[in-house]
């Protein structure tokens, strides 16, 4: 049973470039939230998704944008990147409704880096 | 809103020796809490999750915690200390109990180092 993956592993990005990060969660799940981890942070939560649409957000600008697809993967898209956007990006998938166990089930990650 | 703060950045033991990882959560309602490990070049991985029901929650790999809503505590601990422990630990909250709201609030993380 094939977990979270991501892609790409590892990217360096230049400062007013864009980016789109990839997600497939685990195997039946159908929501897909996305964290931004800054190094020796914890992980702070940037949006959900649900019937591939938007349904939380955190406290992140508009560059931050998503998509979730009808197979349930996601991506993230970051525009007019900053340097303060360098970090690790997670994606966790879990169940939704009835099902919601409360633990998500996370990638290793997407470590972006913006020159 | 929901927060937590874990007291501890590092914390260093000896292989054997039990582990205490403290976290004090803030909450205006009854929440759910969790604890993350991070390995290197892993994902998160759940330990444990309080939801409520038992106050003390049993975890994977010998790991529990208990939960302490006079002192708004929710310390992790282990009674002997592996070397294939040492990882970043996260105190996490969430909101209302059977909420799929997600918004789940991460500790700034405490770093175990176990000593041979």
């Known amino acids: 049973d094939a977990g979270v993956t991501q892609s790409p592993t590892h990217l360096i990005k230049t400062r007013g470039q864009q980016v789109t990060l990839r997600c497939s969660p685990k195997?039946?799940?159908?929501?897909v939230s996305w964290y931004q981890q800054a190094l020796g942070q914890g992980p702070q939560f940037i949006f959900q998704?649900?019937?591939?649409?938007?349904?939380q957000r955190g406290n992140f600008p508009d560059r931050f944008s998503g998509h979730q697809f009808p197979n349930y993967s996601s991506e993230l898209n970051v525009n007019a990147l900053l340097l303060g956007d360098s970090a690790l990006y997670l994606c966790?998938?879990?169940?939704?409704?009835?099902?919601?166990?409360?633990?998500?089930?996370f990638g290793e990650g997407s470590r972006l880096t913006v020159l | 809103a929901q927060s937590v703060t874990q007291l501890d950045s590092h914390v260093s033991v000896s292989e054997g020796t039990p582990v205490l990882l403290r976290c004090n959560y803030s909450?205006?309602?009854?929440?759910?809490l969790f604890w993350y490990v991070q390995h290197p070049n892993k994902g998160l991985q759940l330990l444990l999750k309080?939801?409520?029901?038992?106050?003390l929650v049993k975890g994977i790999n010998g790991f529990e915690a208990e939960f302490k809503k006079s002192e708004t505590s929710f310390h992790l601990t282990k009674p002997s200390a592996h070397m294939s422990d040492a990882a970043e630990y996260f105190c996490?909250?969430?909101?209302?109990?059977?909420?799929?709201?997600?918004?789940?609030?991460f500790g700034a993380g405490t770093r175990l180092t176990v000593k041979p």
């Open positions: 309080y939801t409520s029901a038992a106050t």
């Open positions: 998704y649900y019937e591939e649409e938007e349904r």
């Open positions: 966790a998938s879990s169940l939704d409704g009835l099902d919601y166990t409360g633990e998500l089930f």
């Open positions: 909450s205006s309602y009854s929440p759910s």
């Open positions: 996490v909250v969430e909101g209302p109990t059977g909420y799929n709201n997600n918004d789940m609030r």
């Open positions: 195997s039946g799940h159908d929501t």
